[in-house]
Structure formats: C-alpha cells, structure tokens
T-cell receptor, first 115, second 117 residues
C-alpha cells in the first residue's frame, strides 16, 4: 500500500539554525500538508500546498517557515532560524483531492528538538 | 472557528471491555468528521470517517455516528483487544456547499488507550 514517508525521524538542532524536514507524499496525490504536535498538545495545521503554491496557512506559519516541492516527489518544510518553541513532532500529509471523501494520509513524523 | 474536544485520557481497559471515547465539535458549514489512530512509532492512520449528518463510519470493529443535533462523533468498540492500544484523535474538516472541503484538519487533543490482557 502506498505511504507517505518522512526523513529524518529525529532531528536535533541548535537554536538559530536552519532545518529542512523532508517528505515524500503518495505519488499521485496533488494536495500536501504540514502539521505539528508540540508534546502534550493538539495536532495543529501549519500549511497546505497545491499546484506549487500555498493554498492555506495558519497563523503559526510565519516568515520563518517555508515550503517547497523541489522536484516531482519531495515536499519540504524549512524553518530558517529555529526557536526552542519549534520543538515538536512534524507530520506531513497528502491527499488526492479536496472532496469531502478524500482522505489525508499521514507520514510517521519527524521529531524536531531545538536545544 | 472550528474546534474539537475529546475526553481526557488516558483510558485503561481490560481486554474485551467496551470502549467509548467522546468527541464533540464546533464548526460552521458542512464539516466531515474523522477518527485517526496512532500506533507507537507510526504516523496517523485514518480509522473511520463520516461526511454528513447521521452517517456511521466503521472499521476494524470501531464505529462512530455523526450526530449533528448533539455535535458529537463518539468512538465505540464493543470488545477491545490489546492490539487496540494506541492514541486516538478525533478531527474535523470544514466543508463547503457543493461537496468540496477547506482541506485542513482540526484535531482534538488525542486520547491514549491502553488495553491490558
């Protein structure tokens, strides 16, 4: 069964450093998402991406965040200058469409630890 | 805005016990409702969904009914197994008239379920 993959599974970085989290969505999917979960808190939407542009973003997704689909398979989330409060589990998801019946499929997550 | 509230966990049950995890929501428009499950070390997996009022989603013995009058989508299973131990997330996605969605999911806080033999 096709699945969403994410790398790395765990990233440790120093505050102020840039990190890039990588995702490979399911191959025929057209909509891509990033969510995050700070330890003990809810899973929160960050951004959605379609047709090579952001279609929606949350207030969390400020100027330090960016997303890119650099080739036909990868979908990346970049955090330019990490802060302690960016420590969280980051989930990538993809779906074929945005019909009510379309399911978002999630990857296993990348745990980001900012020291 | 949209919001989802789940019952506080963790929930600890013995094998073959009955499970209910409560979920209520606040939303405008035509939301779809979902239950996702996260097994240890894995990503979020869709467990079941319902896209309109009175729909019942079901999968692997789990069921949930979309109740618009009580704005609820409670998860139930008649007889849990040790393998059901996981974190369960209730979620909604806003919908537009005509059948398209707003895309993003809004999640509850998750409920940890532990089933003992």
């Amino acid at each position: 069964e096709p699945e969403v993959t994410q790398t790395p599974s765990h990233q440790v970085t120093q505050m102020g450093q840039e990190v890039i989290l990588r995702c490979v969505p399911i191959s025929n999917h057209l909509y891509f998402y990033w969510y995050r979960q700070i330890l003990g808190q809810k899973v929160e939407f960050l951004v959605s991406f379609y047709n090579n542009e952001i279609s929606e973003k949350s207030e969390i997704f400020d100027d330090q965040f960016s997303v890119e689909r650099p080739d036909g398979s990868n979908f990346t989330l970049k955090i330019r200058s990490t802060k302690l409060e960016d420590s969280a589990m980051y989930f990538c998801a993809s779906s074929f469409g945005r019909a009510m019946a379309d399911t978002q499929y999630f990857g296993p997550g990348t745990r980001l630890t900012v020291l | 805005g949209n919001s989802v509230t789940q019952m506080e966990g963790p929930v600890t049950l013995s094998e073959e016990a009955f499970l209910t995890i409560n979920c209520t929501y606040t939303a405008t428009g035509y939301p779809s409702l979902f239950w996702y499950v996260q097994y240890p070390g894995e990503g979020l997996q869709l467990l079941l969904k319902a896209t309109k009022a009175d729909d019942k989603g079901s999968n692997k013995g789990f069921e949930a009914t979309y109740r618009k009058e009580t704005t609820s989508f409670h998860l139930e299973k008649g007889s849990v197994q040790v393998s059901d131990s996981a974190v369960y997330f209730c979620a909604l996605r806003g919908g537009r008239a005509g059948g398209t969605s707003y895309g993003k999911l809004t999640f509850g806080q998750g409920t940890i379920l532990t089933v003992h033999p």
